[in-house]
Nanobody, 122 residues
Framework: QVQLVESGGGLVQAGGSLRLSCAAS????????IGWFRQAPGKERDFVAA????????LYTDSMKGRFTISRDNTKNTVYLQMNSLKPEDTAVYYC???????????????WGQGAQVTVSS
């Protein structure tokens, strides 16, 4: 099964940008949908975006569409989440995970990474 590792988190001022990476092991990376979720302190884990294995079909939470962009490079076994115009309410731990279909439903995902902390200061 695929293993995923997030990187690229950090501290940024409001209005700034960060790019998260989700690196995967395995030769069949292109067969997996990869999704990003986030969890703020004391809150449930929320869906952010997902991208299909091929043809780059994407899915976003409406509130983040336009500020966040998901992309993938199958030659590098990596999915990216470009986050622009960051707000303090974007502060959370961001997780990537794999799925067999393009969906916003968290229980459809597996092989969760360890998470990357993103902190946006006001």
């Amino acid at each position: 099964q695929v293993q995923l590792v997030e990187s690229g988190g950090g501290l940024v001022q409001a209005g700034g940008s960060l790019r998260l990476s989700c690196a995967a092991s395995g030769r069949t990376f292109f067969t997996y949908v990869i999704g990003w979720f986030r969890q703020a302190p004391g809150k449930e884990r929320d869906f952010v975006a997902a991208i299909s294995g091929n043809f780059d079909y994407t899915l976003y939470t409406d509130s983040m569409k336009g500020r966040f962009t998901i992309s993938r490079d199958n030659t590098k076994n990596t999915v990216y989440l470009q986050m622009n115009s960051l707000k303090p309410e974007d502060t959370a731990v961001y997780y990537c995970a794999a799925a067999n279909k393009l969906t916003k439903t968290g229980r459809e995902y597996y092989s969760w990474g360890q998470g990357a902390q993103v902190t946006v200061s006001s």
